[in-house]
T-cell receptor
Framework: GENVEQHPSTLSVQEGDSAVIKCTYS??????FPWYKQELGKRPQLIID?????GEKKDQRIAVTLNKTAKHFSLHITETQPEDSAVYFC????????????????FGKGTHLIIQP | EAGVVQSPRYKIIEKKQPVAFWCNPI?????LYWYRQNLGQGPELLIR????????DSQLPKDRFSAERLKGVDSTLKIQPAELGDSAVYLC??????????FGSGTRLTVV
């Protein structure tokens, strides 16, 4: 099955700076990579996802990059704000996915992002 | 649209007792998932349904866990008997092909 490694486990940045979280995966057939944000005591919420036919996707201050050759993908948050403080999880399909979204996901262990005022 | 609805939100039981969790997915979402999230960890898949069929239950501890989705809509996850190590948040999620997951708020189970 898929193995997803995520780092760092904790990331502290100054408000206004950028934050980068990195994940690697093991199954070269995987082609769907979502990122989730989870605030304390709340549900994980999808913030951005990318499919393997593109190398980068951006949504306002959030971007995700994918390197299929190296089997890693990264989350980039620019101009960080206090409300960005949360735990972020990357994920990949538990089995090779042809379309993404229907297969079960294997999650990384999470990154606790702390925005310092 | 209504989101994924789970109940109860919290449950405290003594070890060896049974417990059940309920989930109603987003209308029209034919894929339903149950995940378990231990403190400080990412969610771990327990079972996936396509309509009423369990298509991936390889991570479900079948000696004590069971699940059903009889009419292909709402689902129940049961633990019998519960053990101390089952304390976790049990998350339900649903999706429609090609779209990302939506998680429910989860049931926080504490086994004492």
């Amino acid at each position: 099955g898929e193995n997803v490694e995520q780092h760092p486990s904790t990331l502290s940045v100054q408000e206004g700076d950028s934050a980068v979280i990195k994940c690697t995966y093991s199954d070269s057939a995987s082609n769907y990579f979502p990122w989730y944000k989870q605030e304390l005591g709340k549900r994980p919420q999808l913030i951005i996802d990318i499919r393997s036919n593109v190398g980068e996707k951006k949504d306002q201050r959030i971007a995700v990059t994918l390197n299929k050759t190296a089997k890693h993908f990264s989350l980039h948050i620019t101009e960080t704000q206090p409300e960005d403080s949360a735990v972020y999880f990357c994920a990949a399909p538990s089995r090779a996915s042809t379309g993404g979204g229907a297969d079960g996901l294997t999650f990384g262990k999470g990154t606790h992002l702390i925005i310092q005022p | 649209e209504a989101g994924v609805v789970q109940s109860p939100r919290y449950k405290i039981i003594e070890k060896k007792q049974p417990v059940a969790f309920w989930c109603n997915p987003i209308s029209g979402h034919n894929t339903l998932y149950w995940y378990r999230q231990n403190l400080g960890q990412g969610p771990e898949l327990l079972i996936r349904y396509e309509n009423e069929e369990a298509v991936d239950d390889s991570q479900l501890p079948k000696d004590r866990f069971s699940a059903e989705r009889l009419k292909g809509v709402d689902s129940t996850l049961k633990i019998q008997p519960a053990e101390l190590g089952d304390s976790a948040v049990y998350l339900c999620a649903s999706s429609s092909q090609g779209k990302g997951y939506t998680f429910g708020s989860g049931t926080r189970l504490t086994v004492v």
